[in-house]
Structure formats: structure tokens, C-alpha cells
T-cell receptor, first 113, second 115 residues
Framework: NAGVMQNPRHLVRRRGQEARLRCSPMKGHSHVYWYRQLPEEGLKFMVYLQKENIIDESGMPKERFSAEFPKEGPSILRIQQVVRGDSAAYFCASSGQSNQPQHFGDGTRLSIL | QQQVKQSPQSLIVQKGGISIINCAYE??????FPWYQQFPGKGPALLIA?????SEKKEGRFTISFNKSAKQFSLHIMDSQPGDSATYFC??????????????FGKGTLLTVNP
């Protein structure tokens, strides 16, 4: 499968724990985007990364959320000290260049108990 | 502030009919307008996209109509099939510096095509 791979597909955390969401872009893609989808809402842009660089994080909450895309390995979206309001589907997309179509993974459904 | 307004929220169409979903945007800096199809438990999949230099784009049964002066665009699905039943999202991307990153999405339309 050469598509965007996200794992885990489902993640359950208790309030105060940390959540780590992983995204492997399509082969040959070096641009990664993270979006959050609340129930019955459209996707909201969070952050745009290239290898080792954060290009635009204007959609990321200022606290508890961070993202990285290391030289080797997947992109990671990290949520520290999770709260109930963090429950959502988190989608990753990738593209070969920033002006090329974004291809989405199947998301990680995060549930906070 | 919702920058892309999508309607209707849900739509029921008979097999063979035409499904029409509308979107309106406010930000004149947008210059890339894709439509995504999403099935339950899956990620959005790009269906078709348009830029403001054309008023219509057709790919198979899917057509985007674009009205730049009204800041509106719509998706038409001809000969709708039960397999088209899904949630459809319109989106808009800003111009410059790679125009399709930081997409702004509408809230989605749940399409049901009855057999």
C-alpha cells in the first residue's frame, strides 16, 4: 500500500496522559499536513511540515500540542496532558510539493476517557 | 469565522438523479477549490478540483461549476449511484507559496443515494 499510513487507527487515553499519533507519507512525498475533524465538522488545518522543518503551525493550539517530521521516520503529532476536548479524528495528508494535491490517510480516532 | 459555507447539510437522491452541493467562500485570496469524498472510517479522497481561471471542470460524472464574482462553487454528480453515498467536503486553498496547503474545509454534506 503506497498511500498515507496513519497509526494507530484508534487510540484511547485517560485525561492527563500523552497521545502520540504517527503518519508515514506517501512514497516520494516530503510535505505533511495535519488536520483535526470534530464530529459533524469539516477538517481544520493544524500544521504543515517538511522534512525537519515546521512551515506553518498557525492552526495548532499554543499549548500541549507539538508536531515533528524528522529526517528519518514518520511525522509525529504529540498531545500532552490530554483533555476531553481533544477527542477527535486526526488526519494526516501528504503531497510531493506544496502546490500539488494533498492525499489523506484514514486518520486516528482519539478518544479521551 | 467560517470561511467556507457548504449546503445542504444532508441530501437524499434517487438512483440516476443529479446531486448538487453548493459552497460559498468569503476570502478572495482563495484560488484553489477541491472537493473531497469521505466514506465512514476513511480519510477524505480528492475527487476533483478547480482554479478560478475556468468556470467549469468535468471528470466523468462529476462536474465543478465555479462563479468567481459570486464567490460560489458547486459539485454536480450526474447519474448518482448508491455507491456515491458518502460525505462530501468542499475546500479552498490560498494563493501564493503553494496554493493548496492550509485548506479550509466546509462542514460537509452527507449524500444518500437510494436504489
Amino acid at each position: 500500500n503506497a498511500g498515507v499510513m496513519q497509526n494507530p487507527r484508534h487510540l484511547v487515553r485517560r485525561r492527563g496522559q500523552e497521545a502520540r499519533l504517527r503518519c508515514s507519507p506517501m512514497k516520494g512525498h516530503s510535505h505533511v499536513y495535519w488536520y483535526r475533524q470534530l464530529p459533524e465538522e469539516g477538517l481544520k488545518f493544524m500544521v504543515y511540515l517538511q522534512k525537519e522543518n515546521i512551515i506553518d503551525e498557525s492552526g495548532m493550539p499554543k499549548e500541549r500540542f507539538s508536531a515533528e517530521f524528522p529526517k528519518e521516520g514518520p511525522s509525529i503529532l504529540r498531545i500532552q496532558q490530554v483533555v476531553r476536548g481533544d477527542s477527535a479524528a486526526y488526519f494526516c495528508a501528504s503531497s510531493g510539493q506544496s502546490n500539488q494535491p494533498q492525499h489523506f490517510g484514514d486518520g486516528t480516532r482519539l478518544s479521551i476517557l | 469565522q467560517q470561511q467556507v459555507k457548504q449546503s445542504p447539510q444532508s441530501l437524499i437522491v434517487q438512483k440516476g438523479g443529479i446531486s448538487i452541493i453548493n459552497c460559498a467562500y468569503e476570502n478572495t485570496a482563495f484560488d484553489y477549490f477541491p472537493w473531497y469524498q469521505q466514506f465512514p472510517g476513511k480519510g477524505p479522497a480528492l475527487l476533483i478540483a478547480i482554479r478560478p481561471d475556468v468556470s467549469e471542470k468535468k471528470e466523468g460524472r462529476f462536474t465543478i461549476s465555479f462563479n468567481k464574482s459570486a464567490k460560489q462553487f458547486s459539485l454536480h454528480i450526474m447519474d448518482s449511484q448508491p455507491g456515491d453515498s458518502a460525505t462530501y467536503f468542499c475546500a479552498a486553498g490560498p494563493a501564493g507559496g503553494g496554493s493548496n496547503y492550509k485548506l479550509t474545509f466546509g462542514k460537509g454534506t452527507l449524500l444518500t443515494v437510494n436504489p
